[in-house]
């Protein structure tokens, strides 16, 4: 069956230090791949994605991912935490073929110490 | 301002009682979805449209049902809810069926007595 992980429920990070929230999917093909940001009683927000070409991905809010074939990962980075990006985050995959149905991993909640 | 627009934002029901979660975009995607939202679940999807007209079930259809008449409304409608219906719901729409990124909207949370 084809799925997406997110083996942390929760990040811990100092503010100023650099976090990483890890996905890694299985899934048939070469899907593309996307993360998405949720603050409290609000909808998801696009960050960033990939779909072909440079493996490193840059996104909104100074956010990058970078997207490993072998080791079917997307994993989603910043240099420099902010408190305010203390929020939850979600990986997701659309497969290439076959269906329009985008998976989505559990989420990962991140959270910036001052 | 592009947006998708959920209604009602928040709901308490009854077992039984027929509602319906109304989804609107206004950014004249053809692709639109509707999923739920539940602790430990992460975003499951219920059903997904291509186009007017043209539906198709998510990973958990049973207890809903979808229209989509109009290309920027995409109802979700429970005929006969049950409390594990209960869960925040989310529509989303894209200009892309794979490649787009979704924009979402803000959210409908549903309590089922």
């Known amino acids: 069956a084809q799925s997406v992980a997110q083996p942390e429920d929760q990040v811990n990070v100092a503010e100023g230090n650099p976090l990483t929230v890890k996905c890694t999917y299985s899934?048939?093909?070469?899907?593309?791949l996307f993360w998405y940001v949720q603050y409290p009683n609000r909808g998801l927000q696009f960050l960033l994605k990939y779909i072909t070409g440079d493996n490193l991905v840059k996104g909104s809010y100074g956010f990058e991912a970078e997207f490993n074939k072998s080791q079917t990962s997307f994993h989603l980075k910043k240099p420099s935490a902010l408190v305010s990006d203390s929020a939850l985050y979600f990986c997701?995959?659309?497969?290439?073929?076959?269906?329009?149905?985008?998976?989505f991993g559990t989420g990962t909640r991140l959270k910036v110490l001052a | 301002e592009a947006q998708v627009t959920q209604n009602p934002r928040y709901l308490i029901t009854v077992t039984g009682k027929k509602l319906t979660v109304t989804c609107s975009q206004n950014m004249n995607h053809e692709y639109m979805s509707w999923y739920r939202q539940d602790p430990g679940l992460g975003l499951r999807q219920i059903y997904y449209s291509m186009n007017v007209e043209v539906t198709d079930k998510g990973d958990v259809p049973e207890g809903y049902k979808v229209s989509r008449k109009e290309k920027r409304n995409f109802p979700l409608i429970l005929e006969s809810p049950s409390p594990n219906q209960t869960s925040l719901y989310f529509c989303a729409s894209s200009s892309d069926t794979n490649t787009g990124e979704l924009f979402f909207g803000e959210g409908s949370r549903l309590t089922v007595l």
């Open positions: 899934v048939s093909g070469n899907p593309y």
């Open positions: 997701a995959v659309s497969p290439t073929s076959g269906t329009y149905k985008y998976i």
